[in-house]
């Protein structure tokens, strides 16, 4: 008798808490997610006098603590693929920004300046293709402020078609791959 005695104090005093902490939230939000954990320990709360009298409350726990195991885990490894994910497109950003350095550099050595860049990479770390906006220099050291069309680029400015034939060389890339602009 002292044992339901016991269980029946055990729901009783779990209920009056249950009602207070659901009455100090702040936000209603929250409620579903207490009511949802506090129903789960009220299902251990009823069902635990059941199974130590048939013996297997120590099997339930370790049921229990089993689940929560494996949702740990599952919790893990998916941070673990966010974060190598995230990892990965950090590493393409910064390896573009390097070579988009690397191509101004190519520029500024054929006597270019290099007024954009952009470097475009695959997932494996390949160039796909490479956007370029170079000024012309003359003997002056004066920039042209003329565009030009990528076919007239090669006849007009043959420094340019010099930086062009470079990095589809140095990147293997196609004529298609490498766009080049002259402001």
């Known amino acids: 008798m002292s044992y339901i005695f016991t ?3 055990n729901l009783v005093c779990f209920y009056l ?13 929250y409620r579903k997610y207490v009511r949802f954990f506090s129903g789960m320990l ?4 009823v069902v635990s006098p059941v199974l130590s009298l048939l013996g297997d409350e120590e099997a339930l726990r370790e ?29 393409l950003r910064e390896y573009e920004r390097a070579l988009e350095m690397d191509v101004s550099r190519m520029a500024q050595e054929k006597q270019l300046t290099a007024q954009e860049v952009k ?7 390949e160039v796909q293709s490479i ?3 170079v000024a012309i220099q003359k003997e002056d050291d004066s920039i042209f ?5 990528l076919a007239e680029v090669g006849m007009q400015y043959p420094q340019v078609h010099k930086l062009r034939q470079d990095l589809m060389e140095y990147y293997r890339l196609n004529e298609g791959q490498v766009s080049i602009v002259v402001l």
Do not use: C, M
């Not at 402020?145 to 069309?149: G, V």
């Open 7 to 9: 269980w029946v104090k």
């Open 17 to 29: 808490l249950l009602t207070v902490v659901l009455h100090l939230l702040p936000r209603q939000g």
């Open 42 to 45: 009220l299902t251990i709360l």
């Open 63 to 91: 049921k229990i603590s089993q689940a929560e195991f494996f949702q740990d885990l599952d919790n893990h490894k998916l941070d673990t693929e966010h974060l190598e994910t995230t990892q990965k497109e950090i590493y």
């Open 119 to 125: 470097v475009h990479l695959t997932e494996e770390y």
């Open 131 to 133: 956007e370029l906006a």
């Open 145 to 149: 402020d003329q565009e030009a069309a």
